[in-house]
């Protein structure tokens, strides 16, 4: 990992998930399809069928998890926000949206009045342009 972070290396890449889980049960899935299309039988169309629920089911723990990291974001920053804003800002937060707001949470404080003032004001729009314009990144090594 990293000892700074920037908009080019702020992606999380869990290497257990992404490099060693995910490939196996891929794997299994396309093997599984590929003895079901030699020979077609209801053990081979089973052990299919039960390979794509594994690896759906790891999808959705993993899409279940970064939405509750997602969740939380946006109330750190909330609260982050609501005590170092000045007050015209401070009555805005609620017009962040929450994808904003988790762009947000990589700027430094210095920073984040004027990239806020920005989204409010419509000029940065998606995440990626929140981020592009952070000087001062403020890392966070402890997300899913």
């Given at each position: 990992m990293p000892t700074t972070q920037n908009y080019a290396n702020h992606r999380r890449r869990h290497l257990l998930y992404h490099l060693v889980v995910m490939p196996i049960v891929l794997l299994q899935v396309i093997l599984?399809?590929?003895e079901l299309w030699r020979s077609p039988s209801v053990h081979s169309a089973w052990n299919c069928v039960f390979a794509i629920g594994v690896a759906t089911g790891f999808v959705a723990a993993r899409s279940m998890v970064l939405t509750v990291q997602t969740r939380l974001i946006g109330l750190e920053m909330r609260l982050r926000l609501a005590a170092m804003l000045p007050p015209d800002l401070c009555a805005r937060i609620p017009?962040?949206?929450?994808?904003?707001?988790?762009?947000?949470?990589?700027?430094?404080?210095?920073?984040?009045?004027?990239?806020?003032?920005r989204c409010l004001n419509g000029e940065l729009r998606t995440p990626d342009e929140v981020k592009r314009q952070i000087q001062n990144w403020r890392a966070d090594f402890v997300r899913a």
């Open positions: 599984t399809g590929l017009e962040l949206p929450l994808r904003q707001l988790v762009a947000l949470r990589f700027a430094g404080d210095v920073e984040l009045p004027d990239l806020v003032r």
